[in-house]
């Protein structure tokens, strides 16, 4: 796009939010405190819609009238609203030429706002790396978070202004890449939350009180990662499989033989341990072997105790690196 069209776009002051949940008031409320004008809000109920155009001081309208009114739309719906959305606002003719419209989901691509590309509107996701659990939990972390931005290139100027208001970094993400990347995203924060509860399974099987679980954890994940932030990864590793310790890792597989669901998890969590622990260097590619040897046995173990008859389950989640063959 040509210069001044970026600088344009830069100058875009009026935004509309369609969705009223965490993500969107959040956003409208630091855009609005950053100097931006909320045009007007809508959303699926009209009761969500007013409580935060009374906190922004604005209008709460029709879903076409926010669009109409907006230079810039963000759609923060439920990922599966952002589509119907963008297509009953096609229908009513809301969009316009030159318009931003951005959605905040990590799982879609531009792609979902078409009906607003075919009429005209730049069409964006930005998506911030961060996980919002209320309004103003999102208020406190959306400062300072990192976005990827994927769509038309029309609109990054834009984008990376929003993300400068907000404190952020943000990089680029070809469309075809995002899958990928949001499979990242969501084993990084969704399946560590799993990950600490089957933690947590453990040691109440290990019979201590419910009360103390949590907080006997934390101050080791907390720690955990303060050393993720402080030496990175593989440095940040410790434990048994770094060291290279084959028998405190037998003892771990003997006594998670009878908890089938936490070994399946512990295996393939193990075998990721020993790729990290190879570059780390701390082990030597034999005793990488060894250690990749004694997973994959319970492995089988585990496919036997769950259908004898089964040889494609023995070879899940077991194979092995080169250094086996
Ligand atoms: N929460 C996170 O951790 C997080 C992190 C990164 C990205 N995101 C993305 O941010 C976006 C919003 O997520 P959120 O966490 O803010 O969700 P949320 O709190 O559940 O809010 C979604 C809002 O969308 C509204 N909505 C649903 N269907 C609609 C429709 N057909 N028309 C108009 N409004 C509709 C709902 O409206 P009513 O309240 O009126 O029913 C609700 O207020 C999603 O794309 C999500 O993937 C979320």
């Known amino acids: 796009m040509k210069a001044e069209g970026a600088v344009r776009l830069c100058r875009f002051k009026k935004l509309g939010f369609i969705g009223a949940g965490r993500v969107g008031s959040a956003l409208a409320i ?7 004008e909320v045009a007007g809000v809508a959303s699926r109920r009209q009761t969500s819609a007013e409580i935060l155009a009374d906190r922004l001081g604005c209008p709460a309208l029709s879903k076409p009238e926010v669009a109409r009114r907006a230079e810039a ?9 952002v589509a119907a959305v963008a297509t009953e606002l096609a229908e009513a003719e809301a969009f316009h030429k030159g318009q931003v419209v951005l959605h905040l989901s990590g799982a879609l691509t531009a792609e979902a706002l078409a009906p607003a590309a075919a009429q005209g509107a730049i069409a964006m996701s930005l998506h911030p790396i961060q996980s919002f659990a209320s309004v103003e939990q999102a208020i406190a972390v959306l400062p300072g978070s990192f976005f990827s931005l994927e769509g038309d290139s029309r609109g990054y100027s834009f984008a990376r202004k929003i993300v400068a208001q907000l404190q952020g970094r943000s990089f680029l993400l070809d469309s075809e890449a995002k899958v990928l990347y949001h499979a990242a995203c969501v084993a990084a924060s969704n399946y560590f939350v799993s990950l600490v509860a089957c933690s947590l399974d453990l040691l109440s099987e290990a019979g201590i009180p419910a009360d103390m679980r949590l907080p006997a954890l934390l101050p080791l994940v907390e720690g955990t990662l303060n050393n993720i932030r402080s ?30 669901e936490q070994l399946r998890l512990y295996l393939s969590m193990g075998m990721k341990t020993v790729d990290v622990a190879r570059d780390k260097g701390t082990i030597t590619p034999e005793q990488a072997v060894e250690l990749r040897l004694l997973l994959e046995r319970y492995c089988r173990h585990l496919g036997e105790a769950s259908n004898p008859a089964s040889d494609q389950q ?3 989640g077991c194979s092995a690196r080169g250094e086996l063959s």
């Open 231 to 260: 030496l990175g990864i593989p440095h940040a590793l410790t434990g048994p499989i770094a060291r290279g310790d084959a028998g405190t890792l037998k003892r771990h597989l003997d006594a998670l033989e009878q908890l089938p």
């Open 30 to 36: 630091l855009l609005q405190r950053a100097g931006y």
């Open 73 to 81: 739309l963000f759609l923060t719906t439920t990922d599966d609203a």
């Open 314 to 316: 023995r070879a899940v």
